[in-house]
C-alpha cells in the first residue's frame, strides 16, 4: 500500500471524526487495498514475551490516562506539545521509539479535545516517525486493518493507538520488537506525565486540584511496574539512563503514603523532574 495514501486516507477519517463527522463513507472509498503482512520469523524468547504482557497488563493505558484527565475542566493548550514538524534528535532506534511514544500521546490529547486539525498533523508525524524506525508496515497491518472497518467514534481510534506496537502479538515477534514496543510504552507514558503535571498546573478548582494530585499520586504503582519491565534491558545503556531518572520519579512518589500529604511542594519536585525527564527526549 502506498505510504502517502495510507497517511492520507487515516489521518482524513480521524479528523473527520475528531470534529464529530461521520468517516465511513470516506474511509470505504479511500482504502482498497489489504496491508502487507508481516513475515519476519517468530524468534521471540517467550520469557521475555512473558515478561512483556505481564507488565503492560498490568500498567493503564497512557492514552487512557489522556482521556481521564481530559474532564478535568482545563482548557486545551496545543504549546504543551511537541511540534509535530519538529525532526526530533533521534540517533538512535531506542530514541526514535521514544518519541513514536510522544507523538501518540501528544495526538491522543489532541484527539479527546477533538481538535481535529492537532490530530490530522500528528498522525502525519507518527507514520512518519514509524518509517523511520522501519515499522511503518507494521503499521499499515495494524493500522490500516482496523480503517477497513469503518472507523466511526474516538473511543475506537484510541483503542488503535493503544494497540500500535505494545497489545500486537502480531508485531512482537522478535526480542528486539519486544525492546522497540517496551521503549515506545515508555516514551508514551513519560509524555502522559508531562501533560499530567502540566494540565494539573492550569487546575483551579480546589476539588479538581485535589483528585489531579491524586492521580499523579496513583502512577507510583504503574511505574514500578513500568521500571521492572525495563530492569531487563540492562544491556541497553540508554534504557538503563531512561529507566534510572524514572525510578527517581518513583522514590519520590512513593515516599508520600497517603494522596492528601501530596502537596504544592511535593508537585513541584515531582513535575520538575518530569520535566526535566522529557525535554531530554524531545531536545
Given at each position: 500500500?502506498?505510504?502517502?495514501?495510507?497517511?492520507?486516507?487515516?489521518?482524513?477519517?480521524?479528523?473527520?471524526?475528531?470534529?464529530?463527522?461521520?468517516?465511513?463513507?470516506?474511509?470505504?472509498?479511500?482504502?482498497?487495498?489489504?496491508?502487507?503482512?508481516?513475515?519476519?520469523?517468530?524468534?521471540?524468547?517467550?520469557?521475555?514475551?512473558?515478561?512483556?504482557?505481564?507488565?503492560?497488563?498490568?500498567?493503564?493505558?497512557?492514552?487512557?490516562?489522556?482521556?481521564?484527565?481530559?474532564?478535568?475542566?482545563?482548557?486545551?493548550?496545543?504549546?504543551?506539545?511537541?511540534?509535530?514538524?519538529?525532526?526530533?534528535?533521534?540517533?538512535?532506534?531506542?530514541?526514535?521509539?521514544?518519541?513514536?511514544?510522544?507523538?501518540?500521546?501528544?495526538?491522543?490529547?489532541?484527539?479527546?479535545?477533538?481538535?481535529?486539525?492537532?490530530?490530522?498533523?500528528?498522525?502525519?508525524?507518527?507514520?512518519?516517525?514509524?518509517?523511520?524506525?522501519?515499522?511503518?508496515?507494521?503499521?499499515?497491518?495494524?493500522?490500516?486493518?482496523?480503517?477497513?472497518?469503518?472507523?466511526?467514534?474516538?473511543?475506537?481510534?484510541?483503542?488503535?493507538?493503544?494497540?500500535?506496537?505494545?497489545?500486537s502479538d502480531s508485531y512482537l515477534r522478535t526480542n528486539e520488537r519486544v525492546y522497540t514496543a517496551s521503549s515506545?510504552?515508555?516514551?508514551?507514558?513519560?509524555?502522559?506525565?508531562?501533560?499530567?503535571?502540566?494540565?494539573?498546573?492550569?487546575?483551579?478548582?480546589?476539588?479538581?486540584?485535589?483528585?489531579?494530585?491524586?492521580?499523579?499520586?496513583?502512577?507510583?504503582?504503574?511505574?514500578?511496574?513500568?521500571?521492572?519491565?525495563?530492569?531487563?534491558?540492562?544491556?541497553?545503556?540508554?534504557?538503563?539512563?531512561?529507566?534510572?531518572?524514572?525510578?527517581?520519579?518513583?522514590?519520590?512518589?512513593?515516599?508520600?503514603?497517603?494522596?492528601?500529604?501530596?502537596?504544592?511542594?511535593?508537585?513541584?519536585?515531582?513535575?520538575?523532574?518530569?520535566?526535566?525527564?522529557?525535554?531530554?527526549?524531545?531536545?
Amino acid at each position: 500500500m502506498n505510504k502517502l495514501f495510507l497517511a492520507t486516507s487515516i489521518s482524513m477519517s480521524i479528523m473527520l471524526v475528531s470534529c464529530g463527522d461521520k468517516p465511513s463513507e470516506e474511509i470505504a472509498e479511500n482504502v482498497t487495498a489489504e496491508a502487507p503482512k508481516d513475515t519476519t520469523p517468530i524468534t521471540v524468547n517467550e520469557e521475555t514475551k512473558f515478561k512483556f504482557d505481564f507488565a503492560i497488563a498490568n500498567i493503564p493505558s497512557p492514552v487512557g490516562s489522556i482521556n481521564e484527565i481530559s474532564g478535568w475542566g482545563v482548557d486545551y493548550n496545543n504549546t504543551l506539545l511537541v511540534d509535530a514538524k519538529k525532526q526530533l534528535a533521534a540517533s538512535s532506534e531506542f530514541s526514535k521509539a521514544l518519541a513514536l511514544g510522544v507523538f501518540n500521546i501528544d495526538m491522543s490529547y489532541a484527539m479527546v479535545n477533538n481538535k481535529g486539525e492537532d490530530v490530522l498533523k500528528y498522525m502525519k508525524t507518527v507514520v512518519t516517525t514509524s518509517d523511520a524506525l522501519g515499522l511503518k508496515s507494521a503499521v499499515d497491518q495494524m493500522v490500516g486493518k482496523r480503517a477497513e472497518k469503518n472507523l466511526s467514534n474516538k473511543d475506537s481510534l484510541l483503542k488503535i493507538l493503544d494497540e500500535i506496537f505494545v497489545k500486537s502479538d502480531s508485531y512482537l515477534r522478535t526480542n528486539e520488537r519486544v525492546y522497540t514496543a517496551s521503549s515506545v510504552f515508555a516514551g508514551s507514558w513519560v509524555e502522559s506525565l508531562y501533560l499530567t503535571c502540566k494540565i494539573t498546573e492550569g487546575v483551579k478548582d480546589a476539588a479538581v486540584k485535589e483528585k489531579a494530585y491524586k492521580h499523579l499520586w496513583d502512577q507510583r504503582f504503574y511505574l514500578k511496574n513500568l521500571t521492572d519491565l525495563l530492569n531487563d534491558y540492562k544491556d541497553k545503556k540508554e534504557c538503563v539512563a531512561l529507566n534510572d531518572e524514572l525510578k527517581k520519579i518513583h522514590t519520590e512518589i512513593d515516599a508520600i503514603k497517603d494522596p492528601k500529604d501530596l502537596k504544592d511542594a511535593n508537585f513541584k519536585t515531582i513535575s520538575e523532574k518530569i520535566y526535566a525527564l522529557r525535554a531530554s527526549i524531545v531536545k
